[in-house]
């Protein structure tokens, strides 16, 4: 325990990470903080959409919907249809933000019981189009493949969740485009490759590594206090990210309204086929970014133990991190080609919203497995094949 604090107090307890860690405390407060003034107005706007929108929520209401259409095709003549122009232009009249909000979840109703052409082809969505999928992959004597029991999993898991219903969720949404979006990966991934980067590449550069793994404590037990305070230090990052935005995005209006509502409310998460509640998904989230912060922690880990240079493992991580964003971001002719490399590529296993925001299964041994079951299973193996490469890669510099 002694050795693990040593350790810890090198990578994360020196006066330069301090001020780093501070520096990103400042940073995420401001995000979390800016995003929410930029989504609405004041807090007396919040007030009065928190009050317009209380009889407005619940299942799906023709009259509220047209009323809500009436307004929407007002303000997209004079705005355009970009929902981020609209919001921004309207954050200060909480009456057209609810009718926008409203015709919004109109469509998502629509797309619950008839999808909405065209669907992609690997994860169709809408009552009516997987039923006549499923019914058409029947005529062709396929019902007992892969596919078919695929779309039949989906259908049935879309029934008994039910119609989409309308909640005030716009805190809870803003919180989640901050942990489920590509600029989390930069805020969040970018500080924590240079603060890991040192374990064991400044040692290596030093030729200091030699003695000290051949010292009396062994090489396992430092090489472990050394993984021990990379999983301690990323977890304290990512729990600082996680808390300022989470603390600031609702600091200003001090409401959390719509805890309690299904994750379908969260226009992200419409496609979602989890029965998770909104409180929840942010528990879920938090500890799916925690894990997959300490996975990717421990690739840098690996790097380290194998470079001769702080700012060459620095490098190679973020290459590996931009890399993984560059595949994810091209063309979905492109990403279903490459099929797995995407889906447990940094860029998507580590944002919530690809991996809880729809229902992707695998074909596995015969057997349909979740993504969220196979990411889990993926990030495992790259993390114990981390933490083995390091060992191993260390076994052989120790002293005679």
Same mark, same amino acid.
């Given at each position: 325990?002694?050795?693990?604090?040593?350790?810890?107090?090198?990578?994360?307890?020196?006066?330069?990470?301090?001020?780093?860690?501070?520096?990103?405390?400042?940073?995420?407060?401001?995000?979390?903080?800016?995003?929410?003034?930029?989504?609405?107005?004041?807090?007396?706007?919040?007030?009065?959409?928190?009050?317009?929108?209380?009889?407005?929520?619940?299942?799906?209401?023709?009259?509220?919907?047209?009323?809500?259409?009436?307004?929407?095709?007002?303000?997209?003549?004079?705005?355009?249809?970009?929902?981020?122009?609209?919001?921004?232009?309207?954050?200060?009249?909480? %009456?057209?933000?609810?009718?926008?909000?409203?015709? /919004?979840?109109? %469509?998502?109703?629509?797309?619950?019981?008839?999808?909405?052409?065209?669907?992609?082809?690997?994860?169709?969505?809408?009552?009516?189009?997987?039923?006549?999928?499923? /019914? %058409?992959?029947?005529?062709?004597?396929?019902?007992?493949?892969?596919?078919?029991?695929?779309?039949?999993?989906?259908?049935?898991?879309?029934?008994?969740?039910?119609?989409?219903?309308?909640?005030?969720?716009?805190?809870?949404?803003?919180?989640?485009?901050?942990?489920? %979006?590509?600029?989390?990966?930069?805020?969040?991934?970018?500080?924590?490759?240079?603060?890991?980067?040192?374990?064991?590449?400044?040692?290596?550069?030093?030729?200091?590594?030699?003695?000290?793994?051949?010292?009396?404590?062994?090489?396992?037990?430092?090489?472990?206090?050394?993984?021990?305070?990379?999983?301690?230090?990323?977890?304290?990052?990512?729990?600082?990210?996680?808390?300022?935005?989470?603390?600031?995005?609702?600091?200003?209006?001090?409401?959390?309204?719509?805890?309690?509502?299904?994750?379908?409310?969260?226009?992200?998460? /419409?496609?979602?086929?989890?029965?998770?509640?909104?409180?929840?998904?942010?528990?879920?989230?938090?500890?799916?970014?925690?894990?997959?912060?300490?996975?990717?922690?421990?690739?840098?880990?690996?790097?380290?133990?194998?470079?001769?240079?702080?700012?060459?493992?620095?490098?190679?991580?973020?290459?590996?991190?931009?890399?993984?964003?560059?595949?994810?971001?091209?063309?979905?002719?492109?990403?279903?080609?490459?099929?797995?490399?995407?889906?447990?590529?940094?860029?998507?296993?580590?944002?919530?919203?690809?991996?809880?925001?729809?229902?992707?299964?695998?074909?596995?041994?015969?057997?349909?497995?979740?993504?969220?079951?196979?990411?889990?299973?993926?990030?495992?193996?790259?993390?114990?094949?981390?933490?083995?490469?390091?060992?191993?890669?260390?076994?052989?510099?120790?002293?005679?």
């Amino acid at each position: 325990m002694s050795l693990f604090r040593f350790e810890l107090r090198k990578l994360l307890l020196n006066k330069k990470t301090l001020l780093l860690l501070m520096c990103l405390l400042l940073l995420y407060s401001v995000v979390g903080l800016t995003s929410t003034m930029f989504l609405i107005g004041g807090n007396d706007s919040y007030r009065a959409y928190e009050e317009l929108t209380a009889g407005w929520e619940g299942p799906f209401d023709s009259k509220k919907a047209a009323e809500a259409e009436k307004i929407y095709q007002e303000i997209s003549a004079r705005y355009g249809t970009d929902a981020r122009m609209i919001a921004r232009s309207i954050k200060d009249q909480p %009456e057209i933000i609810l009718a926008v909000n409203y015709h /919004a979840y109109t %469509e998502r109703v629509e797309e619950y019981w008839n999808g909405t052409p065209p669907e992609s082809i690997e994860d169709p969505y809408g009552i009516a189009l997987l039923q006549e999928k499923i /019914a %058409e992959l029947e005529r062709k004597g396929k019902q007992n493949t892969f596919a078919c029991r695929k779309l039949s999993i989906a259908l049935k898991r879309q029934k008994e969740l039910g119609e989409p219903k309308f909640a005030n969720i716009l805190l809870w949404e803003n919180l989640f485009n901050n942990w489920g %979006e590509n600029m989390m990966q930069f805020l969040l991934f970018v500080p924590l490759t240079f603060i890991i980067a040192p374990v064991f590449a400044v040692e290596r550069s030093s030729g200091m590594d030699n003695l000290i793994l051949s010292s009396r404590n062994g090489r396992r037990k430092i090489v472990t206090a050394k993984l021990l305070s990379i999983l301690a230090a990323s977890t304290v990052v990512v729990a600082l990210y996680l808390a300022a935005t989470f603390l600031f995005g609702f600091l200003p209006h001090g409401s959390f309204h719509g805890w309690d509502a299904a994750i379908q409310s969260v226009p992200t998460y /419409a496609r979602s086929l989890f029965p998770f509640k909104v409180w929840q998904l942010a528990a879920v989230g938090a500890v799916w970014l925690i894990f997959t912060g300490a996975v990717y922690s421990l690739m840098i880990g690996f790097i380290s133990s194998r470079m001769k240079s702080q700012m060459g493992t620095a490098g190679v991580s973020l290459a590996i991190l931009f890399a993984n964003v560059g595949l994810a971001s091209m063309s979905d002719t492109v990403t279903q080609r490459l099929g797995a490399l995407v889906d447990f590529g940094l860029a998507n296993v580590t944002l919530i919203k690809e991996v809880f925001g729809g229902y992707k299964v695998f074909h596995v041994f015969g057997m349909c497995v979740s993504y969220p079951v196979m990411a889990v299973f993926v990030m495992g193996v790259i993390a114990a094949a981390a933490a083995f490469g390091t060992y191993r890669g260390q076994r052989s510099r120790t002293a005679a």
